[in-house]
């Protein structure tokens, strides 16, 4: 699964591609961003940890895998 998170006062959004048994980041999602957690870890694919303070959460897509990305002009 595809996971974009944007941060306050930060230009970028972090995007993590975590893997498809991972059914704990959800969860993990909805507790940072309900503030019962202070800080939102997450595991990509290669094993990288990112943390982002719950605090500048501005919001979190997550999506399916590259399934369906699309290259070039067009629809």
Do not use: C, H
């Amino acid at each position: 699964m595809d996971v974009r998170i944007g941060v306050t006062q930060a230009p970028r959004e972090i995007n993590l591609e975590l893997s498809d048994d991972d059914e704990l980041a959800v969860p993990r999602i909805e507790a940072a961003l309900a503030g019962t957690d202070d800080v939102l870890w997450l595991t990509d694919r290669r094993g990288k940890r990112v943390a982002v303070p719950s605090a500048k959460i501005a919001y979190v897509e997550i999506g399916a895998a590259d399934g369906e990305r699309r290259i070039g002009f067009g629809g």
